[in-house]
């Protein structure tokens, strides 16, 4: 897959969360424009390979803000890393305005939590293949899925989202799938996806797993680390190619292991 003037295949890379938000579930993932950069060098120094900033909340039950207010929170963000780093950059984004200012900016990687459906429009799609950029599809809905067959459920979603891809014109080799951990699933439906995260390499496309320190694993979101290592071993056996973490070394300390591992 390439992402800016990066190309990731054949591993388990980890993309660093870092938000510009006041309200983000996990508190030390937070930050503002004054330590912007003390926590991206922090996160590459620790062995992240993609910085993922996000200007909204996107945890159950949070308050929108509108585009205006979330591009304010990422501009100068945005400008800062592109300045003072060479690292792929991903915009967690699923307004089109906020996209094609990130793009028109520097940003490498629209993360879209609604798989480029929001608002029923193909404008997403056509942004991200205007700049050449890449996307990260998440499959996601707005109410838990009472289907059955959750996995027909969520390629139905794939499979519209990445209609638009082709309509658009977006390369296959910038697009990455991300199974939605925690969004309109349970609990129980969240580690089957987990468990089972193979059956999304059907669409011969890079996969992203995002667990980390999420609801699904029970308790205070500070005793969830241990739990999400272990789904981050989980990534490595399923040859994911990406997984979005809050806690970088430990996470990277993590893959190298299990690799070793199964080099045995």
């Known amino acids: 897959m390439i992402i800016g003037n990066k190309t990731f295949e054949n591993d388990t890379y980890i993309m660093a969360i870092i938000n510009l938000t006041p309200d983000s579930f996990y508190e030390k993932s937070r930050t503002t424009n004054d330590t912007l950069l003390e926590k991206v060098k922090k996160a590459i120094d620790d062995g992240a390979s993609v910085i993922d900033i996000g200007g909204q909340s996107t945890r159950p039950g949070h308050?929108?803000?509108?585009?205006?207010?979330?591009?304010?929170?990422?501009?100068?963000?945005?400008?800062?890393?592109?300045?003072?780093?060479?690292?792929?950059?991903?915009?967690?984004?699923?307004?089109?305005?906020?996209?094609?200012?990130?793009?028109?900016?520097?940003?490498?990687?629209?993360?879209d939590i609604w798989g480029l459906q929001w608002g029923n429009s193909d404008k997403m799609a056509k942004i991200i293949a205007k700049y050449n950029a890449s996307v990260c599809i998440m499959q996601n809905q707005d109410h838990i899925s009472q289907d059955k067959d959750l996995w027909q459920y969520m390629y139905k979603f794939f499979d519209k989202s990445l209609k638009l891809c082709e309509e658009a014109g977006i390369q296959k080799d910038k697009i990455l799938l991300d199974g939605g951990i925690g969004f309109g699933k349970t609990k129980e439906q969240n580690h089957i996806v987990v468990d089972n995260y193979e059956k999304l390499h059907r669409y011969g496309l890079p996969l992203l797993l995002g667990t980390s320190r999420k609801s699904m694993f029970g308790g205070e979101v500070k005793d969830r680390l241990a739990p999400t290592l272990e789904t981050t071993k989980k990534a490595v056996r399923k040859n994911v190619l990406f997984v979005r973490v809050h806690d970088i070394k430990e996470n990277f300390d993590t893959i190298r292991q299990e690799k070793e591992l199964l080099k045995k």
């Open 63 to 111: 308050t929108p803000v509108s585009q205006e207010e979330e591009w304010k929170r990422l501009e100068n963000a945005i400008k800062l890393i592109k300045t003072n780093f060479d690292i792929p950059l991903s915009v967690d984004t699923y307004y089109p305005y906020v996209a094609e200012l990130a793009l028109q900016n520097g940003a490498d990687l629209i993360n």
